[in-house]
């Protein structure tokens, strides 16, 4: 809500909107896991969409800042639900809805483009909350806006139910008929004795009967378990430092971070959505480069250049600070350095930091443990976000650019975590993550002589993709 269309809000109240969205999405995701099991794929994104579009309208109609804090926790629970099924990496190998019914050949493309659409979606939210903002007067600038968002989520809650549902679900709950049914569709124009599809649904009910019998009964067994709890550590560290790179607090407080360099609103909402093209580009670079270059490196790099950017930006805030007759010259370099606000940031996340926090969770857990692993991991994701946006608004209102010093040191601190604790999982067949890189007797240190017969070994068993598709069509053919 902007102060001189409606109300004045203060930090406080600034932060509890952003907050009460991602406190909301904690308990959506939360929720999800469980309703996605008992409810099937497509009924439980029916639910978040519904829920997103209660939210979303009451936000729309706000008529206090009250309104505003309902409807950014509904929609919250909303997204939480969304995030953890259509994001959230189930028991099989990628058993995400998409991945669920996409064929292998084409599987990584389709959860890769996933994270491309995101972005596509943010930079029509950028564009349209500035032309809103420019071009608009009174309380249309937020409500136009707000209600706007409600368009994808009625598409998508009015159209799901026309999709199939997962045949792995079908199979898992007894139905095993319209799941060979549900694949003949998918991928042999109906034809139930396709060799692939006989060899796919064969390996499906395989994997549902193996994981019937070694799933985690409860959350506990990540914590008794050396190599579960190394695992659900990491992937919470990922997702808690990711918060802490500072690219919450500047995609949330954009407008009010830039007021600090003496930028106006209209501007900074054009710069972020400038920065949304950026993202773009740099999302889709991931996607082609990501199993060349390794996730290890790229997260660390990644986290370093987010440093070095940091660094360069509360720099030249502590140097020309507003009202000093100098805030152009930091304006621009803050423009060049910070996400959301800065351009060499931004494309330093979204190549990085951002699509590795999805990746590397998803793919470190084995079966008996990945729903609920990643759940937790999903949920930590939501905390901090939560934390984060609860408090910029009031740091930045009350010490300025101190407050990014904070951001700079998380970033240094996490590329030296990652140096000593993240092992390389690049083209790494998730059946020998547990033999092998996560072994029993595998050192949490990954530097150093003692860790350097698992790395050799991680290497060894990475899987070359001409190769691997070569096996692919061999393993079909034996099952067969």
Known sequence: MKPHTYQQTDPVQSGAVVSLFTGGAFFGAMFAGPAGDALGRRLTILVGAL????????????????????????????????????????HDTTAVYQS????????????????????????????????CFTSLRGTGQWRIPLGIQNAPAAALAALILLFPESPRWLVDHGR??????????LHAAGDRDDPWVRAEFALIQETVGFEREHEAKSYLELFTSPSAFRRLFLAVAIQASIQMTGVSAIQYFSVSIFAQIGISADDALKYQAINNVLALVAQAACMLLI?????????????????????????LLALFPPGAGAGGTAGWGFIIVTRCSTWLYNISFSFACGPLSWIIPAEIFDTHTRS????????????????????????????????????????????????LVLPETKRVPLEHMGAVVFAPDAPWIVVGKRARLHRA?????????????????KDVKEVI
């Not at 095993?176 to 569709?185: E, H, N, P, S």
């Open 372 to 419: 609920k692993g990643v759940s937790m991991a999903t949920m930590a994701s939501f905390a901090f976000n939560t934390l984060v946006g609860q408090v910029t608004s009031v740091a930045v209102d009350r010490v300025g650019w101190r407050f990014f010093v904070l951001f700079a040191v998380c970033n240094f601190t996490n590329a030296v975590f990652f140096y």
């Open 51 to 90: 829920l997103f579009l209660l939210g979303g309208a009451i936000q729309t109609a706000a008529q206090t800042i009250n309104y505003l804090y309902g409807g950014r926790a509904v929609a919250g629970l909303g997204v939480g639900f969304l995030t953890m099924i259509i994001r959230h990496t189930n």
């Open 291 to 315: 199993d060349r270059f390794g996730r290890r490196p790229t997260l660390i790099a990644g986290n370093l250049v987010n440093c070095v950017m940091f660094i360069i930006a509360t720099i």
């Open 176 to 185: 095993a008929d319209a799941g060979l049914a549900t694949l003949a569709r």
């Open 457 to 473: 070994a991680a290497a060894a068993a990475a899987v070359d993709p001409a190769v691997g598709e070569v096996e692919l069509k």
């Open 100 to 131: 669920e019914i996409a064929h292998p050949s084409i599987r990584g493309r389709v959860t890769g483009l996933q994270q491309f659409m995101l972005g596509v979606g943010s930079l029509a939210a950028g564009w349209i909350s500035w032309g």
